[in-house]
């Protein structure tokens, strides 16, 4: 019989709820999904203030932004989510206010379930145009800004999701001394902890990527499509080691069959990549006016 550390059943003595408010859960991810929003507009607020020149964004115009982009994400994902992912969306198209519905069919409360993070990237990039339009200001600065601010504050999310006990990663063959280490039992069997391991890609990583083409001249304006192509690439990596959707499962057999998270993130992949050129071009441009007219 195997024997099991502490961690690798750190599931079975951790509850993933933190405290009730008269009858209502709390649950850890919701603390975490706060504690991701505050810390990325701390790192926006320390950027716009460190980087006045980079950044011409005034704190008041930033929290302004928060609200509005924090409304896209949630509206974006929660959608996606029902589009991509759910497979009562046909319901849910002919019901649509219960697509927002915190209350479950016998009218408890159960929270928002269900959250598509391309889903959230599109409501993000919608809510973001249409601020720009009504105050008149530049967007790809603003974008910049949001590419350095989020990748550590996603960190949150992704331990969020780890506390939660959701989003489980795939079994661990026997064969893996690692993942023997590392993983965590789920209804008795080994599986990676794939939320972690999305942590640290997603958000580590990425932060450094996007810290260090921050430094470059020509990517002034492309951060985003930065965050982007890292992002996609980063998720992309680590689906191999997350379950996939049960609902769904993988598609075709390229490298082993994809999920469709792997084919979101190529899409994403392609249009980070598209914003890259477009911000080189107008720097590149931008650039070569002023060495003929010095």
């Excluded at 519905?101 to 598509?116: A, N, T």
């Excluded at 993000?124 to 974008?143: D, G, H, N, Y």
């Excluded at 304006?221 to 080691?241: K, P, T």
């Amino acid at each position: 019989m195997q024997t099991y550390s502490t961690w690798n059943t750190i599931y079975s003595h951790f509850d993933p709820v933190a405290f009730s408010v008269f009858g209502v859960n709390v649950h850890w991810y919701g603390i975490a999904y706060v504690c991701a929003l505050v810390f990325a507009l701390f790192v926006a607020q320390f950027f716009i203030a460190k980087f006045p020149a980079r950044f011409p964004i005034s704190k008041q115009l930033l929290d302004s932004y928060f609200l509005w982009a924090e409304l896209g994400v949630i509206v974006g994902a929660r959608i996606g989510y029902v589009a991509i992912y759910d497979p009562d969306r046909f319901w849910y198209l002919a019901n649509p206010l219960e697509i927002f519905s915190p209350f479950d069919s016998r009218g408890e409360f159960v929270g928002i379930r269900g959250m598509s993070f391309h889903g959230g990237v599109i409501g993000f990039l919608l809510a973001s145009v249409i601020f720009v339009r009504i105050k008149k200001i530049a967007l790809l600065p603003l974008m910049d800004l949001v590419a350095i601010s989020v990748p550590l504050a996603y960190i949150f999310g992704r331990v969020g999701n780890f506390l939660n006990q959701e989003l489980f990663g795939r079994i661990v063959p026997a064969e893996d001394s690692i993942g023997q280490v590392i993983g965590i039992v789920i209804n008795g069997t080994l599986r990676y902890p794939s939320q972690l391991l999305e942590a640290l890609l997603e958000g580590v990583v990425v932060f450094i990527i996007v810290m260090l083409c921050a430094r470059v001249k020509a990517l002034k304006g492309a951060l985003i499509g930065v965050y982007g192509v890292s992002y996609g690439l980063m998720r992309f990596i680590a689906e191999y080691w997350r379950e996939p959707d049960p609902q769904l499962g993988l598609f075709g057999q390229i490298l082993g069959g994809l999920s469709m998270g792997q084919i979101l993130c190529g899409a994403m992949i392609i249009c980070g990549m598209l914003i890259i050129a477009y911000a080189i071009k107008i720097n590149t441009k931008g650039y070569t006016c002023t060495h003929k007219n010095s």
